[in-house]
Structures are given as C-alpha cells and as structure tokens.
C-alpha cells in the first residue's frame, strides 16, 4: 500500500517551497498556507476579485532565479520569511507590506520579462493553477523513473507536487483520473493530468536552469505531464507516514 512521503506547500506563488508534516485538509479547498499570494507582473489583468491563470503572475517558468526561494509561512497565517542563496532573508506581511516584498523579488525576475508589479491575494481560496481549488499528487517512482532514464539526480522539489506518494509502481497516478485516493482522515477525487511548463528545469539550490526536462518527457514517455491534480472531497487530516488507498 502507498504512503505519504512529503507534503509541500508554496505561501507565495512561485516564490518559496516549504516542507511540513501535517495538513488539516478542507473538501472543497486547497491545501491550507498553500499559494495564499501571488505576484502579478505589468501586463497582467489578475487582481483580487477571482482566480487567474498562471499566465498573469511572474513565475519560475520565465524567471528561473525564483526557484531558489525558500519560505516559512508563520503562525499567523500572514507573514512568511522568504530566503534566497542571494539575498538576505526577508520577513513580510504581503498584505500590509506588499511594496517590500515586490522589492525583494524584483531582482530576481530575468531580464526583458515584464516586471512585478503588484501583490495579489483572492479570499477563500489558493492560487492554484486550476480553476478549482487542487492540490497536485506526485508519485516517487515516477520521480526516480524520469532520474533513471536521465542518468543523474533530481530534487523533486523541481516539480513543485504538494503530495509525495511512494511504494507505487511508476507512473500509476495516471490511471487515478476520476478515481478517489484516501489519504489518513482525508478523501481527495483525482481530476487530471498535470501538464508541465519549463519550471521544472530550474535547480531548486541554484535558481538556474540545468535541464530540459519538459523536452526529455516529450522525447521519453510522449507526454509533457507529471503528478495529477486532485480535489479534496472529505475532511480530514493527513500526517507524514500516512497510508494511502485509490478505489
């Protein structure tokens, strides 16, 4: 039987990754601390009225460097310390102090892409990138089946997943698609394939690209997708070292 490995969350878009060890999980939302911001650039039309596309956001997929980020969401559920192997740390409230955290970032946007330009936040939900509140499933094997045919190591923080499962065959969470997956106290309906964008191809310790790793799944496996989306459809809390059963 699967359990869960690791559980991921991303307070601010793109823009940190943080690890912890349980999750009080809410049918009809996303995984709690989990995309609460988002930095929307110039030319963006997203505010704080309804979800947008990740289109409208500065992100890892045009801006490598952020991949680096590191973050701490605290207690309060309003401010988070982001870190950066180039920049000093920074501790803000994003909604009190949304100027300082654009300035923080600003640098690490890459030339000639459209700069950050506001902080967005939609109440009651994350900014997933599903029009639904989701949050994405990855597989280890399948993790170690992409490093196998590649020859080298990955992070699987590369992939962004908010749910590591392991002791599964490779690449069977695709056959979950309209399937349920209980996970500890909590049921989740698995939705779709997660189609990728070139994010995964920047190393998470160095903020720069090593790989081409959407090319090497299209060439590999004649598909661009990795881990699937889910929705949470009963309550309930989920804990490192949790078993996990699709019916």
């Known amino acids: 039987m699967a359990r869960l490995a690791q559980i991921w969350r991303y307070p601010v878009k793109s823009h940190?990754?943080?690890?912890?060890?349980?999750?009080?999980?809410?049918?009809g939302d996303?995984?709690?601390?989990?995309?609460?911001?988002?930095?929307?650039?110039?030319?963006?039309?997203?505010?704080?009225?309804?979800?947008?596309?990740?289109?409208?956001?500065?992100?890892?997929?045009?801006?490598?460097?952020?991949?680096?980020?590191?973050?701490?969401?605290?207690?309060?559920g309003q401010t988070v310390t982001l870190s950066h192997p180039g920049k000093p740390d920074l501790t803000v409230a994003?909604?009190?102090?949304?100027?300082?955290?654009?300035?923080?970032?600003?640098p690490l946007t890459a030339e000639g892409r459209a700069a950050p330009a506001r902080v967005v936040r939609v109440p009651g939900r994350g900014l997933t990138d599903s029009e639904y509140p989701s949050l994405t499933i990855g597989n280890l094997a399948s993790h170690r089946a992409v490093e196998g045919r590649m020859g080298r190591t990955l992070q699987v923080e590369r992939w962004r997943a908010n749910i590591w499962l392991d002791d599964l065959p490779p690449w069977e969470e695709f056959d979950w698609i309209g399937r349920t997956i209980h996970i500890g106290g909590a049921?989740?309906?698995?939705?779709?394939?997660?189609?990728?964008?070139?994010?995964?191809?920047?190393?998470?310790?160095?903020?720069?690209?090593?790989?081409?790793?959407?090319?090497?799944?299209?060439?590999?496996?004649?598909?661009?997708?990795?881990?699937v989306h889910a929705e949470v459809i009963t309550s309930g809390t989920i804990a490192i070292g949790d078993t996990a059963k699709v019916v």
Do not use: Y
């Open 16 to 27: 940190g990754r943080e690890a912890i060890d349980s999750a009080r999980l809410t049918a």
């Open 30 to 76: 996303c995984l709690p601390g989990d995309r609460i911001w988002a930095i929307a650039h110039e030319t963006s039309g997203a505010d704080n009225t309804a979800w947008s596309p990740c289109t409208g956001f500065t992100r890892i997929a045009s801006s490598p460097a952020l991949g680096a980020i590191r973050a701490v969401l605290h207690a309060d």
């Open 94 to 106: 994003p909604d009190l102090q949304p100027d300082t955290l654009l300035d923080w970032v600003r």
């Open 187 to 227: 049921a989740l309906r698995v939705t779709e394939r997660t189609g990728r964008c070139t994010a995964p191809s920047a190393n998470p310790e160095t903020g720069k690209r090593d790989s081409d790793l959407l090319g090497f799944l299209e060439e590999q496996w004649n598909h661009q997708d990795f881990c």
